[in-house]
């Protein structure tokens, strides 16, 4: 995993991307039995939480309705003129694998996000379907790419990583698999769950991200130069300090 991003002003489009990258290489291999799908959620966050979850503050744009040309009526003694809160709609992506002949849901995958990881209202929402999800027969896949925020709740065995990826079977919850991984580590493979007794096709995700970086020119956006956001670790820096060197210095 390249830490760097993870920066929140790029996440949306890597989220956004690798979601869609995943459901390509997917569909070929589940198909004709699967069909793969990218839905969307949306739900609303105050101007002030937009540039933390990766979006600009977009006040500045105009808007599309004309602007009233009268003024206010004149203040009443004791009336003070304010600013009300105006909140933004934010939408995010996951994938949904259906089969063909019922069109049963049986497979959610979720790429977490700063809107739904670390936002409290995100976060809560996001915990509900989670829930939803686990008390239902429907295969959830979660991957966590971000060091930032308290991983999901899960119960069992503590194990401390700098990234995770949950793959939960409606047929044997609440077993699941856990695939932890630190920063020096390539990103696990992991079998995508389907209806019991079928095939599994196989998730390559670091082959996924890396080819994206490539096609997408993520480098062009990142100053190497600069510490990642979150901070690493000093051994991690150390680390990626000698690595972005023996790369870039190359150049």
Do not use: C
Request: no cysteine.
């Amino acid at each position: 995993m390249d830490p760097y991003l993870e920066h929140p002003s790029l996440w949306p489009d890597i989220h956004n991307s690798l979601i869609a990258a995943i459901r390509d290489r997917l569909s070929p291999q589940v198909a004709p039995d699967y069909y793969v799908r990218l839905e969307r959620r949306a739900f609303l966050v105050a101007p002030d939480d937009l540039a933390f979850i990766g979006r600009p503050d977009v006040s500045v744009i105009s808007p599309t309705w004309p602007q009233a040309k009268q003024s206010l009526p004149l203040a009443e003694a004791g009336v003070v003129s304010i600013i009300v809160p105006m909140a933004d709609e934010v939408e995010e992506t996951f994938l949904e694998v259906h089969d063909v002949r019922s069109g049963l849901l049986v497979t959610v995958l979720e790429l977490l996000s700063p809107a739904n990881k670390l936002h409290n209202d995100g976060r809560e929402a996001y915990e509900r379907k989670r829930r939803y999800i686990f008390s239902t027969r429907t295969n959830l896949v979660e991957i966590d790419l971000l060091r930032d925020g308290e991983p999901m709740p899960m119960e069992g065995k503590k194990v401390k990583s700098d990234y995770r990826i949950m793959v939960s079977r409606g047929s044997t919850r609440p077993r699941a698999q856990l695939y932890p991984f630190n920063l020096r580590q390539p990103i696990p493979s992991f079998h995508l769950p389907l209806l019991p007794g079928d095939k599994e096709p196989l998730v390559e995700l670091n082959e996924t991200l890396h080819d994206l970086y490539g096609r997408a020119r993520y480098d062009l956006s990142l100053n190497y130069h600069q510490p990642p956001h979150p901070p690493l670790s000093e051994d991690d820096q150390a680390w990626a300090g000698e690595l972005i060197e023996s790369v870039i210095g190359n150049r």
